[in-house]
């Protein structure tokens, strides 16, 4: 797993948001919160979703807030928000959203890296009901086993292919 590091003040459970706007937000908070980004970010991930629309709900009741890398992104992060009453986003298939992650990484070769790991995690076929049902970040991090420092087998330190 290259998923980054997942603590507690990433993780909001039950979040109360009357819009798509306000989801994001609070991914976008979360990642601010646990150092991963600085507070601009947050802007950015929805000037991505103002131009490109809702390609980031990636599965039904699931959204990837994401925005490229660049200087107010302190290290790669991940965020896990989830949502006490569903959101539309204005995906065709994929609404209401239940599960906001938001992600922020450092270069495109970690975000192919990290959304490939996601895409993993996500083949579970129960893995955003048991995330938007998290009732604790321990059961979230159930879900998501983010990087724990340990080289993975076939990689470097880095994470990269040896």
């Given at each position: 797993m290259t998923l980054p590091p997942l603590p507690d003040d990433a993780i909001v459970l039950r979040a109360d948001v009357a819009d798509w706007r306000a989801a994001?937000?609070?991914a976008g908070h979360a990642l601010a919160r646990s150092g991963a980004t600085a507070p601009g970010y947050t802007d950015r991930?929805?000037?991505v979703l103002d131009e490109f629309g809702?390609?980031?709900v990636i599965a039904p009741g699931l959204a990837l807030a994401h925005a490229r890398p660049g200087?107010?992104?302190?290290?790669?992060?991940l965020a896990v928000v989830t949502l006490?009453?569903?959101?539309?986003f204005g995906h065709p298939h994929n609404d209401p959203?239940?599960?906001?992650l938001g992600l922020a990484v450092s270069s495109a070769e970690e975000h192919v890296a990290s959304v490939a790991d996601l895409a993993n995690v996500f083949n579970e076929r129960d893995a955003i009901e048991r995330l938007a049902g998290?009732?604790?970040?321990?059961e979230v991090r159930a879900v998501l086993p983010a990087d724990d420092g340990r080289t993975r087998p076939g990689t470097d330190a880095a994470g990269a292919p040896s």
């Open positions: 994001v937000r609070e991930m929805i000037e809702a390609y980031i200087p107010d992104v302190r290290r790669s992060g006490a009453a569903p959101v539309a959203v239940r599960v906001v998290a009732a604790t970040p321990a």
